[in-house]
């Protein structure tokens, strides 16, 4: 019996032994062959930017992480260039949006991936970024924000590089900020307006519109000393309200009939001052 037992124990320890090793083996693969390391990187992703619904958010994940692979963007020049710098555009403006600005520390870990996927790598060129690619993206970022391309112009005029300059990640960064702030002000100053509008005019007082705007610059002296564009939204955020209401409450009361301010107009007035507080690139 005790030769039985020691028998049945040897083939318990060596079948104890064979699936630590199974297990062993099977986390090296998992290692070597980098799913464990993508795992975590995307599990942070979910941390950082915390989506209603992880799964479909995960799903996206590994659908565009694909192209930052090394065969994708690798030592030759794949056929298709502009096909495949299209496709990092794209793959650029979704880890861009993959966490909102306000999200300082998710944000700028996204703009150097963002940055990353749009790095030239192929034989004739050095790793890095240049101006017809970084202004290129500033214009989808834009163009996806449904922004006035009249109001926008003017800041891609600022914040532009020249095609063929090489774009640093701090301008690269910097531009991408000022673009995402700029649409979410230009609503903001959107949402006021429609509070300042005579629906069946569709357009506003322009004595009332003026004062608004008057109060909306004023709140905007108040990040003069920033040099980050947020500083800007958040100085038009806090905007009082009763300091606006008095300011349009005096417009209205000595108003006389005038040429009424439509919604375009405004929208670039106030896109105007906050332009005015971004600093040229170079």
Known sequence: MAAVEKRRQAVASAASRAAVAAADSEEDFLRQVGVTEMLRAALLKVLEARPEEPIAFL???????????PANGGAGEPP???????????RALWH???????????????????????????????????GRTYSELLKRICRDGEAPEEVVAPLLRKIQCRDHEAVPLDVFRAGMLTCFVLLEFVARAGALFQLLEEP???AADRRVAQAALDS????????????VPAHYLEAGSRLGPDGLALAMQRAAAGRRPC??????????KAAALF????????
């Open 59 to 69: 799903a996206h994940y590994f659908e565009n992480v694909g192209l930052r692979s």
């Open 80 to 90: 298709g260039q502009l096909l495949l710098q299209q496709q990092r555009l794209g």
């Open 96 to 130: 861009l949006r993959l966490a909102h600005h306000s999200q300082r520390t998710a944000f700028n870990n996204n703009v150097s991936v963002a940055y990353e996927c749009l790095s030239a790598s192929g034989r004739k060129k050095q790793p890095g970024l240049d």
């Open 200 to 202: 069946a005019l569709a």
């Open 216 to 227: 909306l610059e004023g709140a905007l002296q108040a990040g003069d000393g920033a040099n």
């Open 259 to 268: 040429v009424p301010m439509m919604r375009d107009e405004f929208l670039g």
């Open 275 to 282: 332009i005015a507080k971004v600093k040229p690139v170079g």
